[in-house]
């Protein structure tokens, strides 16, 4: 097709833009060359998950572009075709029509001209007026610098949009000589200013400082980087994957990009590359100077909030305009070895996607699976008002425990005793490696132990314990992975988040995603967010059990829980 055609409003020829030297130019991500380009020969299927998204074998990582279009879902994502870890990359294709059944296309991007000859990393997808997607990735050039290029669908009659050009103008956006080339990536979903010009943030850092660059365009080709980054943050480091939308202040409803008003407030999320966390703020968009302002509710770095305060990164969101929502994809990398990666033939799932918007407070965001996910659920078991002294646990009998969906909720007899809080805990980690679920308290800990085996040699619990401050309840989540395989070598962490959570009717509730080697948890209605990756060796297949339990001197009752065996999607990549 012809370029101009597509861009029918827009200038198809960019001003010359100017080169920077490569100094200091140097590769983020660990590269293999002995292993990058090994096809799996065989599939190891014991760890698969079932109803995550994940393709048949090899590497994946970042998801990218992520957009409706047309009554199609489309997703992207980073992937090697030709081995298990990472190198190789390509942006995959996969489209859908409910989010869970997906069918695999050809790549949609892939190195093939001198502005990504070395690489097609992370980006968005933006809908242009007239119905018209581009999208926006960062290409590494032959200077190994990280520039942002463009890409359009080849046939906009191809329900699909199999085939993509990357027109000759490109890159759109080079690193000028205030930036570090080696540190600049990952553009975001444009949105458009009341003015006519369309906005979008490059991720990056100057020295420890991680920042937010801002450029702006009229036609979309010719791009101009404002004086000042729409924000930044000191002591960060490398902002990647940066992700800026508007949420309602007044619902669940999501909103599209380019939306904005009195009922409006704005969240920017950053992945560290240096924690390999990814944090969010939730502000006020100051359209007249292009400055975010986080609120004052939580920290404005490290210790700030999280989407998921587990193996969850790169994320994206995109505005759903089939169900009016803003849906939230992540990525759920392996926390086994880089050999071991090689021996299974795959690496790297796809979390469920999660429907997220404002809580009510207005000072973080709630998030929860898709209602589609429903539709896998098969065989439903329930428990009610079973009470769990101290010590006690019940095994939740007639699922498939190594693939289910359960959702419980606790209630309290009594917070009367609840253990006091000591202010100095600030890390929710560290307080759950120092209390896991061995460690008797009083409110607590009591939940869910997940692909446990029949003798408890391994499970992955996750729980909750509830501390008594001067003047409200402290709620603990965890997600602790240290006891669930037998095998050595594994990165088996406690994870753990503090959940801000009423609790005046003395309840709090769980959902969890189990999926062989994935635990996805929502605690308080998606408050708190933990995904665990483990890797049991007993509790696989029929040898995986679910038991709820209490190890708190206080006793706790499953008031109501639902568990549901789950099916495999129609067709998965």
């Known amino acids: 097709m012809e370029i101009s055609k597509y861009l029918s409003v827009f200038a198809i020829f960019v001003t010359c833009l100017c080169?920077?030297?490569n100094n200091g130019v140097h590769a983020s991500h660990k590269v293999f060359p002995e292993l990058q380009s090994l096809s799996a020969v065989k599939v190891r299927h014991v760890h698969r998950t079932c109803y995550h998204f994940q393709p048949p074998k090899h590497w994946i990582n970042d998801p990218n572009g992520p957009m409706y279009y047309n009554g199609i879902y489309h997703f992207f994502y980073q992937y090697n075709p030709k081995g298990a870890v990472w190198g190789n990359i390509v942006w995959a294709h996969s489209v859908s029509k409910d989010l869970i059944n997906w069918v695999a296309m050809e790549p949609a991007i892939y190195p093939s001209k001198p502005f990504d000859i070395n690489g097609c990393?992370?980006?968005?997808?933006?809908?242009?007026?007239?119905?018209?997607?581009?999208?926006?990735?960062?290409?590494?050039?032959?200077?190994?610098?990280?520039?942002?290029?463009?890409a359009v669908p080849s046939n906009l009659s191809d329900p699909y949009l199999r085939k993509w050009t990357k027109p000759d103008n490109n890159p759109l956006v080079v690193p000028d000589h205030g930036i570090n080339a080696s540190a600049f990536r990952d553009p975001t979903t444009a949105w458009l200013g009341s003015d006519g010009h369309w906005r979008i943030l490059v991720g990056g850092k100057r020295k420890r400082r991680g920042m937010a660059f801002l450029y702006r365009s009229r036609d979309f080709v010719n791009w101009v980087k404002a004086k000042h980054p729409l924000h930044s943050s000191p002591n960060t480091g490398m902002w990647e994957c940066p992700d800026f939308y508007p949420v309602s202040v007044t619902g669940k409803s999501g909103l599209d990009t380019s939306v904005m008003g009195q009922n409006v407030k704005h969240v920017l999320k950053v992945s560290l590359d240096v924690t390999r966390y990814e944090y969010y703020t939730v502000g006020r968009y100051v359209r007249n100077e292009d400055r975010y302002v986080p609120d004052n509710t939580s920290a404005d770095g490290w210790s700030g909030l999280r989407y998921d305060y587990g193996n969850f990164y790169a994320s994206k969101t995109f505005f759903d305009a089939a169900k009016n929502r803003r849906i939230l994809w992540g990525w759920a990398n392996e926390s086994d070895t880089r050999l071991d990666d090689v021996e299974k033939g795959w690496a790297g799932i796809q979390a469920i996607p999660r429907m997220v918007w404002l809580d009510d407070s207005g000072k973080q965001l709630l998030q929860w699976p898709i209602k589609e996910l429903e539709t896998l659920r098969g065989k439903n078991v329930r428990l009610r008002n079973k009470v769990l002294k101290s010590g006690e646990n019940v095994e939740v009998k007639g699922i498939t425990a190594a693939q289910a969906d359960v959702d419980v909720t606790f209630s309290l007899q009594s917070l009367d005793k609840a253990e006091k809080f000591d202010p100095t805990w600030t890390d929710a980690q560290e307080v759950c490696s120092k209390m896991g679920t061995q460690v008797k308290g009083r409110v607590g800990p009591f939940g869910l132990l997940t692909l446990a085996s029949k003798k408890l040699e391994e499970y992955t619990p996750v729980?909750?314990?509830?501390?008594?401050?001067?003047?409200?309840?402290?709620?603990?989540?965890?997600?602790?992975?240290?006891?669930?395989?037998?095998?050595?070598?594994?990165?088996?962490?406690?994870?753990?988040?503090?959940?801000?959570?009423?609790?005046?009717?003395?309840?709090?509730?769980?959902?969890?995603?189990?999926?062989?080697?994935?635990?996805?948890?929502?605690?308080?209605?998606?408050?708190?967010?933990?995904?665990?990756?483990?890797?049991?060796?007993?509790?696989?297949?029929?040898g995986a059990h679910l038991l709820a339990f209490n190890n708190g001197t206080e006793t706790v009752t499953v008031e109501n829980l639902n568990a549901w065996s789950m099916k495999k999607p129609v067709e998965m990549n």
């Not at 992370?122 to 990280?146: E, H």
């Not at 994870?495 to 929502?522: C, M, N, Q, Y």
């Open 19 to 21: 080169a920077i030297s």
């Open 121 to 150: 990393w992370s980006g968005s997808a933006t809908i242009l007026p007239g119905n018209k997607p581009v999208i926006l990735y960062t290409g590494i050039d032959p200077q190994q610098r990280q520039v942002q290029n463009y």
């Open 463 to 542: 729980f909750f314990r509830i501390f008594k401050a001067p003047n409200k309840h402290v709620v603990l989540m965890c997600s602790d992975a240290r006891s669930s395989s037998l095998e050595g070598g594994l990165y088996k962490p406690p994870f753990a988040g503090f959940v801000d959570v009423d609790l005046s009717d003395k309840k709090l509730s769980l959902r969890s995603l189990i999926d062989h080697s994935v635990v996805e948890s929502f605690g308080a209605g998606g408050k708190t967010c933990i995904t665990s990756r483990v890797y049991p060796t007993l509790a696989v297949y029929e």
